[in-house]
């Protein structure tokens, strides 16, 4: 699905990179339906910093092609570690000002934690609203392991939870099944189908639109934090 940069609760989120995150997995030699499941504690969403940004340009570039079917069409800079050190400058000065939360999506496995992907929680609308958008993408060498799954599971927890919002919603394109297949695990339903919803790939793309909301909402009290 489309990050506007994509299950459990016991997954973290928190402000401080890891350290000891590299982007250079020894290639799986197995098909992803083959490979072996991962655990809800292996996975972790951490807040996105500038530090990641040479990570994050290697995995773009690794997985340029799968990522530019459904992204917004990207100049040659955005690959580069400049480039992604501007887009996390502004990831940032969005998440300071209330409008997002960035992310990273860390993979814990035989002892070394890695970055494997990248996860937003976009446009939060307070008021009568209280909803953001889901949006988030994990490298090829990882998929068909469950690191989505719990990905989203723990953005759920930190929507519906630390942020106190009613709804996610999220727009899959057409022809994407494993993100349909992850959101609808993940609790989410579909409600629409938008044409020419989305320039990705560099055309207009028609969107499966899903939401997820929370039952029991209840309004944040008066000079609450």
Not at 99 to 119: C, H, N, Q, Y
Not at 134 to 147: E, H
């Amino acid at each position: 699905m489309p990050d506007s940069s994509a299950p459990d609760s016991s997954t973290s989120a928190t402000s401080a990179p890891d350290a000891s995150a590299s982007a250079t997995p020894a290639p799986h030699p197995r098909s992803p339906a083959q490979r072996p499941p991962v655990f809800p504690h292996q996975v972790t969403l951490t807040l996105l910093a500038v530090e990641d940004a040479p990570v994050l340009a290697e995995l773009e570039t690794r997985n340029r092609e799968q990522l530019m079917a459904g992204a917004p069409a990207r100049a040659e800079g955005w690959f580069t570690e400049a480039g992604q050190r501007t887009a996390i400058a502004h990831a940032v000065a969005d998440r300071e000002a209330g409008g997002g939360l960035p992310f990273t999506i860390r993979l814990e496995d035989k002892g070394a934690t890695r970055i494997v992907g990248r996860l937003n929680l976009s446009t939060i609308i307070r008021g009568a609203f209280e909803s953001a958008s889901l949006g988030y993408w994990v490298d090829t060498d990882v998929t068909g392991r469950g690191v989505a799954t719990h990905a989203v599971q723990s953005a759920i927890a930190v929507a519906f939870g630390g942020l106190g919002l009613h709804r996610l919603q999220a727009e899959v394109k057409v022809g994407n099944e494993a993100s349909v297949r992850v959101l609808e695990y993940c609790g989410f339903t579909e409600y629409g189908l938008a044409k020419d919803y989305l320039r990705l790939g560099g055309d207009w793309a028609d969107c499966r639109l899903f939401q997820l909301i929370e039952p029991h909402w209840q309004p944040t009290a008066p000079g609450s934090a």
